[in-house]
């Protein structure tokens, strides 16, 4: 059985940083692309990251590109979200996706296995 859990959301102020972590059991990261999507309260869940499965490839949204850093953990089967400069629109419930069998990375549908989201709010 997989299991996803994200961690490290808080609330914090505008211009600030955060760390979000994905660990995983019952699939190896290093086999598999990895996602980072958030939803923010009224809207959809909209993909903001991707790596590939051997970290080469990264991949943003225009609106935090230069800000989030994606990157492979130093300890196995984590990955990372290093955000800075954070904004208030960067508010919602962040969630790992593991796993993308089809279609283009920013579309959830095509991935299979999900966390269960950590609360990120950035007051201004």
């Known amino acids: 059985q997989v299991q996803v859990v994200e961690s490290g959301g808080g609330l914090v102020q505008a211009g600030e940083s955060l760390r979000l972590s994905c660990t995983a059991s019952g699939v190896t990261f290093a086999d598999v692309a990895m996602g980072w999507f958030r939803q923010a309260p009224g809207q959809e869940r909209e993909g903001i990251s991707f790596?590939?499965?051997?970290?080469?490839?990264?991949d943003y949204i225009d609106s935090v590109k230069g800000r989030f850093t994606i990157s492979r953990g130093a300890v196995k089967n984590t990955l990372d979200l290093k955000m800075t400069n954070l904004k208030p629109e960067d508010t919602g419930i962040y969630y790992c996706?593991?796993?993308?069998?089809?279609?283009?990375?920013?579309?959830?549908?095509?991935?299979?296995?999900w966390g269960q989201g950590t609360q990120v709010t950035v007051s201004s």
């Open positions: 790596i590939n499965w051997d970290g080469r490839i990264t």
């Open positions: 996706a593991a796993d993308r069998k089809r279609g283009a990375w920013a579309d959830g549908a095509g991935w299979t296995h």
